[in-house]
């Protein structure tokens, strides 16, 4: 594939709206949306449940296509799946037959790669991972924190431009998560993909990101802030979280995320029977 013009982003979405369904019954998820990230960048989107983060995902995935607006992959218009993003959803997509270096190898193999040099890649990404001791465990023998390097490891055997991240390490205790984080930043910083990440927890947001970006409560969610976290690399999140400056940043953020998420709790509440 041909490199993108100089400068260009390596994420753009442009005044996207996405409305499911028509006429009465219409709903507008996504109003508005213009975000670009750069080549490079890791940005986390932070706002309320139901506020259109994820559609925002697939919509630069092309598994959806916006009402309005537009979406590009490196300078190149999203019309259809683009087979150059690495997608980690927050369940895993292992297959329960397979073991790790074949959920790994897979990957590949769907693309036609030949079976022994996929398995050879995937040996070196389960080695990344520090999983190379449990490559023929099946998915059913593994933690939850395995299962999810594994699922890393899936992810980014392809080598994928960008990386879209869909509250990838929800499901995990706290302990694991920072692991994970820690983890993560560790292999993107050995060649920087651009990120798009989508977590409801606001101080992995910070730990992890280069920019945070707020959006609003439905329906018709908008970004409403973008906030730049100016806290050094490489970063270890647990140890970034005692800097003073993290918790400066939290708040700031926080000031405006809280009445969002107040308003799609309030929404959410069983209105009161007449009296």
């Known amino acids: 594939m041909p490199s993108p013009p100089p400068h260009s982003s390596a994420i753009s979405l442009k005044n996207v709206d996405v ?3 028509s006429g009465h019954g219409a709903y507008r998820a996504v109003e508005a949306a213009t975000l ?6 890791f940005v986390a989107i932070v706002g309320p449940t139901g506020c259109g983060k994820s559609t925002l995902l697939n919509v630069v995935a092309g598994l959806l296509t916006p009402s309005a607006g537009s979406a590009s992959v490196g300078g190149r218009k999203v019309a259809g799946i683009v087979g150059d993003a690495g997608y980690l959803f927050q369940a895993d997509a292992l ?3 397979k073991t790790a270096l074949d959920n790994v190898a897979v990957a590949l193999e769907v693309a036609g790669e ?3 040099a996929a398995r050879e890649k995937a040996r070196g990404w389960l080695a990344r991972v520090g999983l190379s001791r449990f490559a023929d465990r099946y998915p059913h023998q593994l933690s939850g924190g395995q299962k999810k390097r594994v699922a890393l490891a899936q992810t980014l055997v392809r080598d994928p431009a960008i990386l879209l991240m869909d509250e990838p390490f929800g499901p995990l205790d706290a302990q694991t998560r920072a692991l994970m984080g820690d983890l993560l930043l560790s292999l993107w910083s050995s060649d920087r993909k651009a990120v798009m990440f989508v977590t409801h927890d606001l101080e992995e947001a910070v730990a992890l990101a280069d920019r945070v970006v707020v959006m609003s409560a439905g329906p018709s969610a908008r970004i409403i802030a973008d906030h730049r976290v100016d806290l050094p690399r490489p970063r270890e999140t647990h140890d970034i979280r005692l800097d003073p400056r993290f918790h400066e940043i939290q708040r700031a953020i926080w000031s405006v995320l809280k009445s969002e998420v107040m308003k799609a709790y309030s929404d959410e509440l069983p209105m009161e029977p007449a009296r």
Do not use: L
């Open 19 to 21: 409305t499911f369904g």
């Open 114 to 116: 030949p079976r022994p």
């Open 95 to 97: 297959m329960p037959w």
């Open 36 to 41: 670009d990230v750069a080549a490079g960048e």
